[in-house]
């Protein structure tokens, strides 16, 4: 802030009660009629000259007076130019009425009447116009036309844009009217700094710091290019390579298709001669197949089984772990699935009655000198599981699941005395196996016989008080054997 707005800003008060004082003194004693401001010179390119100030009316009159129109009011011929950063306009001619609106620095507004030092105006655009009243410090009279600058905060909206002259020749005048001094002429091509707006004018920036307006007709926004000249050729040259390179790989891309064309055309072909294969050999395939039970061919079905059973009883029936030996035979229809049929041929032997077992079958209970013959039928259905993951030496192995039925039949002999008893039951067991050669493999397997059969208890045998009752026994065994495919 200026030094001269500073103190008129803080002592603004004091000032206007001065000028007051003063010009209704001089009206008193002086005695002389107010002359008129001398009329306005508009005649445009010229330099105006600023008119006499008009004398204003009196503060206070003396006693036995009265005020006249014409002593208060009056035409005047001039506007009025804000010298000030910003000038306050005022609701009535007192300091104390309520501020409407600030004028700019260098803002020209028009005059309706003049009171001791206040100045009513007229002020904003034509659709808007505004009413109101500033006082005489930080005005000065001219001869411009009315306009409002574009304030600070309007002025950083301009901030980095630029205008571009369109037309041959244009004017930048003082102020946004046809009427205003010509500050320079401008031509096509030009670009200035942009700084605000009024109506149909831009204000520009010139060379020397002096802003001026220019009509927006002949002017337009300016965006700076993007790149240079030299890039522009780079990029042009850059374009024309690829293109060519476009081309290439066009050329390129146009010989892959016909290429890929024929391709596929072998490939249908081939598809054709494989599809046709197929069916040529699902026919064979179907003539080839043979009945799941014609006999030409159990010659590649069949296994002869050869091996060892060691089989143990449960403890309620009173026999003894006996060594089985027996023959069998395999009937393989699938890649899994087998069944087989083993007979096993033993000799059980009797336990010894003790405190923990006293049972023997019924049949077998009873007589005091026996020997037991034991034929033990087994149907079995096999699956292979193949190797079992992560496990040692199974992992390598060829495992099965078995599942079935068995026939236990024990014939005793006492005394000529012949007696049979048959236990009939589930069986249950797993295996695993190796082949050794092409048509010899190893197998070995445990197995679970699940029945139940009457068992008499042999302690009271000599007062003859057997007391029988009823078991269920799991007998777990343990087979052993060679397998021969014919």
């Known amino acids: 802030m200026k030094l001269s707005d500073f103190i008129l800003t803080r002592f603004h008060l004091p000032l206007v009660a001065a000028v007051v004082f003063f010009t209704a003194a001089g009206e008193l004693f002086a005695q002389q009629p107010a002359q008129p401001a001398a009329p306005a010179d508009t005649t445009a390119g010229t330099s105006p000259q600023l008119p006499p100030a008009e004398p204003s009316a009196p503060a206070k009159l003396p006693p036995g007076m009265t005020a006249k129109p014409s002593e208060f009011e009056s035409q005047v011929g001039y506007n009025l130019k804000i010298t000030v950063r910003m000038s306050p306009v005022y609701e009535d001619s007192t300091l104390t009425s309520g501020v409407i609106a600030y004028l700019p620095k260098g803002s020209v507004v028009g005059v309706l009447t003049e009171q001791d030092t206040w100045y009513k105006i ?3 655009p034509e659709e808007q116009r505004q009413q109101g009243w500033v006082i005489s410090y930080g005005v000065e009279r001219t001869h411009e036309l ?36 010509v500050l320079l ?4 091509n030009e670009i200035f700094n942009l700084a605000g707006e ?37 990029m042009i040259a850059a374009a024309k390579a690829q293109d060519k390179r476009l081309e290439q790989l066009q050329s390129l891309l146009a010989d892959l298709n016909s290429r890929g064309q024929r391709v596929g055309q072998e490939l249908d072909a081939l598809q054709k001669l494989q599809e046709e294969a197929l069916a040529r ?6 003539q080839q197949r043979k009945s799941f039970f014609q006999l030409d061919s159990l010659k590649n079905r069949l296994t002869l089984n050869a091996g060892f059973l060691r089989q143990g009883f449960g403890s309620d029936l009173g026999l003894a772990n006996t060594m089985f030996k027996g023959l069998g035979l395999n009937y393989k229809p699938g890649e899994r699935l087998s069944f087989e049929v083993n007979m096993f041929n033993g000799s059980p032997a009797l336990r010894q009655p003790g405190s923990k077992q006293a049972s023997l079958p019924s049949s077998l209970s009873g007589l005091d000198t ?48 012949v007696s049979n008893q048959s236990l009939w039951g589930a069986i249950l067991g797993w295996g695993f196996g190796k082949r050794l050669f092409a048509k010899l493999h190893f197998d070995l397997g445990l197995r679970l016989f699940l029945t139940s059969t009457n068992v008499s208890d042999v302690r009271f045998q000599g007062m003859g008080l057997l007391e029988s009752k009823k078991v269920f026994l799991i007998n777990i065994g343990t087979a052993i054997g060679m397998n021969w495919q014919f």
């Open 122 to 124: 007229e002020f904003g």
């Open 146 to 181: 009315e306009h409002i600058v574009t304030n600070r905060e309007d002025a950083s909206r301009w901030e980095g844009q630029r205008v571009k002259v369109v037309t041959g020749e244009t004017l930048i005048r003082s102020f946004p009217s046809t009427g205003a001094d």
């Open 185 to 188: 002429r401008a031509y096509r």
């Open 198 to 234: 009024a109506e149909d004018y831009y204000m520009v920036e010139l060379s020397n710091a002096v802003k001026g307006w220019v009509w927006r007709g002949d002017v337009e926004i300016y965006v700076e290019p993007k790149y240079s000249r030299s890039q522009v050729q780079e």
């Open 281 to 286: 050999a699902a026919h064979a395939a179907r």
């Open 370 to 417: 026996l020997s037991v013959k034991g034929k033990f039928w087994q149907v079995e259905a096999r699956v292979d599981i193949g190797g079992l993951r992560g496990v040692p030496i199974l992992s390598r192995m060829d495992n099965y699941l078995t599942g079935g039925f068995g026939h236990l039949n024990l014939q005793s002999t006492a005394a000529g005395i």
